[in-house]
């Protein structure tokens, strides 16, 4: 089943079905703020587990944000979307106690694959990181499990 043949899902309840499942975004603290069809917007907060040597957010922490609120944007259509490839451009330093903000949206989707931009700000507005990242819809797979037939 292709993203066009799959009849539409409330996207809170494919992320909700996500979000339970994702030990990595739940165990940084993160939360989802916000989702729909082709976008989303996650927060985290920088805790002092998070700092490296210079005394601020690693920038795999600041990675795992974008990608996770891209994760939440492409599958949010209830088609299992996987991550291609990701670029990341890092602007700002966050530091502990920062709250980051990413919002991914979808750039462009055609057939399986798609463009999302995440733009990654902290709690003042500064932006932290660009990131763009490429998906791959996988065939015949959803998000939610399918309902039996009766």
Known sequence: MDAAATPPVDPATVAAHMFAADRAS?????AI???SAGSA????TVRQDMLNGHDICHGGFITLLADSAFAFACNARNVVTVAAGLTVDFLA???????LTAVAQ???RAGRTGVYDMVVTNQHGTRVALVRGRSHSLNGRTVL????SP
């Open 26 to 30: 739940r165990g940084l603290g993160m």
């Open 33 to 35: 703020v916000s989702v």
């Open 41 to 44: 917007t996650l927060t985290m």
């Open 93 to 99: 330093p966050a530091h502990g106690g920062d709250v």
């Open 106 to 108: 979808e750039t462009s």
């Open 145 to 148: 499990p399918s309902k039996e």
